[in-house]
Every structure is written in C-alpha cells, then in structure tokens.
C-alpha cells in the first residue's frame, strides 16, 4: 500500500495502476511523496479554473483598453473637427 501526500489516505498500489518499479521507487526514497489519482485530478482541475479566470480577466482588461483608445479618438476627432 502506498499513502498519497496530499489526502493522506492509503491505497492499494495496484488499485492506483502502479507498477512494481514505482511502488519500489516511491518506497526506496521517502523525500518523495505520491500523489493519488484523485488528487492529481483536483489539481487539474483548479489550474484549468485559475487558468479560465485569468483569461476572462485578461480579456476583459483588452476590451476595457480599446474601449478607452476609442473614446480617446473619438474625442480627438471631435475637438479635431470642431476646430478645423
């Protein structure tokens, strides 16, 4: 049995899909810590959602700044005119 460093939880190193080799390597070096397959699944997952947030705000803060670029022509092209 092999414990996952995240959850702390046990589980059967055939369950989780490991092999001989893995169970042993992760056994030898006790620095290394394993990560379960539910875990590493989380962790997918909140690196997708801190990924999507930051696009939105990415996106949001273009849309901002051309909105602001085109005011800012706008009013030059009208004190332009009224000037001309």
Same mark, same amino acid.
């Given at each position: 049995?092999?414990?996952?460093?995240?959850?702390?939880?046990?589980?059967?190193?055939?369950?989780?899909?490991m092999?001989?080799?893995?169970?042993?390597l992760?056994?030898?070096?006790?620095?290394?810590? $394993? &990560?379960? #397959? *539910?875990?590493k699944?989380?962790? =997918?997952?909140?690196?997708?959602?801190?990924?999507?947030?930051?696009?939105?705000?990415?996106?949001?803060?273009?849309?901002?700044?051309?909105?602001?670029?085109?005011?800012?022509y $706008? &009013?030059? #092209? *009208?004190?332009?005119?009224?000037? =001309?």
């Amino acid at each position: 049995m092999v414990s996952c460093g995240t959850c702390k939880q046990w589980l059967h190193a055939c369950c989780e899909g490991m092999s001989d080799v893995s169970f042993d390597l992760y056994m030898s070096d006790k620095a290394r810590a $394993y &990560v379960c #397959l *539910t875990c590493k699944t989380v962790n =997918v997952t909140s690196i997708l959602n801190n990924f999507s947030r930051m696009l939105v705000f990415r996106l949001c803060f273009l849309y901002i700044k051309f909105f602001c670029y085109a005011i800012q022509y $706008y &009013v030059l #092209l *009208t004190v332009t005119v009224m000037y =001309v």
